[in-house]
């Protein structure tokens, strides 16, 4: 038993695909900005449950949840910094958080 591990980068430099939003990062660098987010989809898909680390400022971590949410799967949530409306709407929600013990949060 265990659990299974699926690597998943974003392909953050595939500007031709269908769809793509394609920006210019600081350095000059052509980017798919949703190329995240249909990662994040992915993930959600083959995903029993999630994880999910969050600064409380991270749009990537803050995305993959909602999307589990969607597709009514747990997720537990290690949040590093959450405001208490934050805390008690994804509470609400069946979200479950853990706190690092010196967190000071909610």
Known sequence: AGLKVHDKPADWDNIKA???????RYDGKKYNALAGHWRNEEMAQIADAALILWDGKSTGSLDMLHRMLALEKPVYL???????????AF??????????ESSGNA
């Open 18 to 24: 269908p769809e793509a939003v394609v920006k210019t």
């Open 78 to 88: 290690y949040a590093l910094r959450i405001g208490v409306d934050a805390y008690n």
């Open 91 to 100: 509470e609400e929600k069946g979200v479950k958080i853990i706190f690092p």
